[in-house]
């Protein structure tokens, strides 16, 4: 029985995803997540090996300098002498890596097999879905602008910030607001925090707020936020190539392809309204006939 209905939820999440373009959650991602959300600036400062390596080898908090298996429940202590004292503070850290795979027990699958590089990059989402996610997130943003300032790709964002605003429906949106969906920011509108999924970072939106009809105080003595460098170091969206850039150029190729297929459309239809001779004609050349 619970395996029939296993089967059932598993059939009822494809059917979704075909079908609604709904994204279906990867358990493995999700359980790698989890473990990655224990981790916070408080129970891990100074260490020499990032969380999401920790936890792609299984690895979550059980407490502040204490690692605690989720498969085999093996404990770890990553206490670390002083950096002060050079050559043993360097011998702990290189021990600490290597048990982070030896500390395992003999069986536990992480100790041979952590989770692929995948799990440190973006999300990866099918057109189909990233189309989806961004309009479902952009929906929190409605009327929400903030002072911001981005290093790099500024054009190119603004372009397809242009094309995606033309072809879905999603009113009332900001370029600041898309700029932050595209970095990998959910809003909680409620709190006006802005959290990411992966890193697991909140701030508050407040301080960057363009208030509309008030007397503010100029741009230039406000503060402005930098939507990248709000996430923490390690965090996958920062990545220089996979990180928020690869969703970008997936937008770019969305939008290449799109009007690709408007173009061999547009073509189609006046070949339709040839008339019948002219078509006997093109199918001649084309070998068709
Ligand atoms: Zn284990
Ligand atoms: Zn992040």
Known sequence: MQTLDRKRKLDQNIIRKLYHGVPCKDPTRESFLKRLKTYNVFNWSGKPVDPPQCARQGWEIAEKDVLK????HQFLSVTLPSPSKHLPYKEACSKLRSRL????SKF?????DPLP????EIDHLSNMELQD?????LLAFKN??????ITSSKEEVIEIFDWFMETFTV??????SFILVLTGWNFLKDDMLLQCDYCNRKWSIEPYLIQKNTVEKSDSTRPTVDPVGQHQRWCAWRAEERGWKSRLLQLQQLKESRSREKRSRLNSSVCGSLPDNMKAVRKLLNGTL
């Open 69 to 72: 298996c989720v498969m085999c």
């Open 101 to 104: 795979a030896s500390a395992h």
């Open 108 to 112: 536990c699958l992480y100790s041979t």
């Open 117 to 120: 590089d995948s799990v440190l």
């Open 133 to 137: 996610t961004i309009q479902q997130q």
């Open 144 to 149: 929400i602008e903030v002072l911001y300032h």
């Open 171 to 176: 009113p009332d949106i900001n370029l600041s």
